[in-house]
């Protein structure tokens, strides 16, 4: 049988669709991009490219956790 069929008979979702469409619910995450700059220029690091940053845990996770004892009015 080819994979379509396989799919088609256990209703299985094409992985193709199921990618994209992850990728473009990640991509709505985007609009948080300047809500984030806010957040780390409230913390002294509005300068900080945190882009790359998830990679080291440790710094990420110090950012994380300044930002969450952040006093909000």
Same mark, same amino acid.
């Given at each position: 049988?080819?994979?379509?069929?396989?799919?088609?008979?256990?209703?299985?979702?094409?992985?193709?669709?199921?990618?994209?469409?992850? @990728?473009? *619910?990640?991509?709505?995450? !985007?609009?948080? $991009?300047? #809500?984030? %700059? =806010?957040?780390?220029?409230?913390?002294?690091?509005?300068?900080?490219?945190?882009?790359?940053?998830?990679?080291? @845990?440790? *710094?990420?996770?110090?950012? !994380?956790?300044? $930002?969450? #004892?952040? %006093? =909000?009015?």
């Amino acid at each position: 049988m080819h994979n379509e069929e396989l799919n088609d008979l256990y209703s299985s979702p094409n992985i193709v669709r199921v990618i994209k469409s992850r @990728r473009m *619910r990640g991509a709505g995450h !985007v609009g948080w $991009v300047d #809500n984030i %700059r =806010v957040d780390l220029q409230q913390v002294g690091c509005g300068y900080m490219d945190w882009i790359g940053l998830p990679q080291d @845990r440790e *710094r990420w996770w110090t950012l !994380v956790t300044a $930002v969450m #004892n952040l %006093r =909000v009015p």
